[in-house]
């Protein structure tokens, strides 16, 4: 019963979190660090390692995310602290660069889960893939970096099937509507972009 409630608090403050963001809203950081602080708890209770750890990191950034956003908004002297695209090489390079680190980990994780490739490999996999990504793309917000949301659409649509598989159902749900969440802080920050240049 317990569990279940962090679960749920966990993602009304999550869903709130989503809201501000993409309303480039300060107060998020605030609702990130309470979701994270709860889904680390249901995370452990699941034997999620890497979305534990995940969410540990998540609480850091929260921290972090919150100092980045109150700094001056002037892109000409740090862009970082306005709403800004990246070029193509960045993404290609970062891609690549997610990738290889989890291939890393999976490969280190592949005889502890089995040789034969079942629920469980899946599970693994998309733990840690989800995981690296979700680092990635959440520095990616910190910094205001525009393409974020089109990470952000990869690794909800991904945690979909590893809460489903998890058995984590309204997990999985909330990132149903992360994923739509996305595609609408998307066309908010694509807004804020057109109206700034």
Request: aromatic letters at 16%.
């Amino acid at each position: 019963m317990l569990f279940n409630l962090l679960e749920v608090g966990a993602v009304i403050c999550a869903l709130a979190y989503m809201v501000l963001v993409a309303r480039e809203h300060i107060a998020c950081w605030a609702f990130a660090f309470v979701s994270t602080a709860l889904f680390t708890i249901v995370f452990f209770e699941a034997a999620l390692s890497f979305s534990m750890l995940l969410n540990l990191y998540y609480m850091v950034m929260t921290g972090y995310g919150y100092w980045q956003w109150r700094q001056p908004t002037d892109k000409v002297v740090n862009p970082s602290t306005s709403i800004h695209t990246r070029h193509p090489t960045f993404h290609l390079t970062l891609i690549s660069m997610g990738l290889l680190i989890s291939a890393v980990l999976i490969a280190g994780t592949v005889e502890t889960i089995g040789d034969t490739f079942n629920q469980a490999m899946l599970i693994g996999i998309l733990d840690i893939v989800v995981s690296v990504f979700s680092v990635m793309a959440t520095v990616m917000v910190a910094h205001k970096v525009y393409e974020n949301w089109f990470y952000w659409m990869a690794i909800n649509a991904s945690a979909v099937v590893l809460y489903s598989l998890s058995g984590l159902y309204m997990s999985a749900g909330l990132f149903v509507i992360y994923f739509v969440f996305s595609l609408y802080g998307w066309r908010e920050w694509r807004g804020l972009i057109t109206q700034r240049t």
